[in-house]
């Protein structure tokens, strides 16, 4: 966890979990998945996550909240799932999800981060695999 604007914090999510409580999202616009995308979309979003664009893209910005589980353990209020809305940065986790990536920072109210964490956290290993590389002199 890392702090970022007042009130919020960053999160290393499993991105896996994250979008499949973002599905349950019925409140708000939930994104078809990049395959049934327009061209015109895939092509502006890569783009815009290109790592040589100078403009450097935001942390996508979520809420979580929890509601009760389909079937009897939900209904008698033992089992909850989670539901995640995006409040900016759906199109950037979809697609960084299509292009394979297990792990990305998102951002949340202080409030959610510890459930944040508790449904949607990268494993603690997640934080190792990912190390700096450095580049030798010719850039390589």
Partial sequence: ???????????????RKLLAC???DNTDYVLKP???????????????????????PQMPY?????????GVLGWLGIEREGVVAFRNGQHRARY????????FPVEVHEREAALLR????????????????SLNAGGV
Avoid: Q
Avoid at 7 to 13: D, F, K, P, Q, V
Avoid at 118 to 133: F, N, Q, S, Y
């Fill in 22 to 24: 973002a599905d349950r």
């Fill in 62 to 70: 979520v809420t979580i909240s929890t509601r009760r589980a389909p």
């Fill in 118 to 133: 508790e449904m949607c956290g990268a494993p603690d290993d997640a934080r190792t695999a990912i190390r700096p590389v």
């Fill in 34 to 56: 990049v395959a049934e995308w327009h061209a015109g979309k895939v092509h502006g979003i890569r783009e815009f996550l290109d790592p040589d664009n100078p403009r450097i």
């Fill in 96 to 103: 960084l999800a299509e292009a394979g990536a297990r792990w």
């Fill in 1 to 15: 966890m890392s702090p970022t604007a007042r009130g919020t914090r960053s999160w290393l999510i499993d991105v």
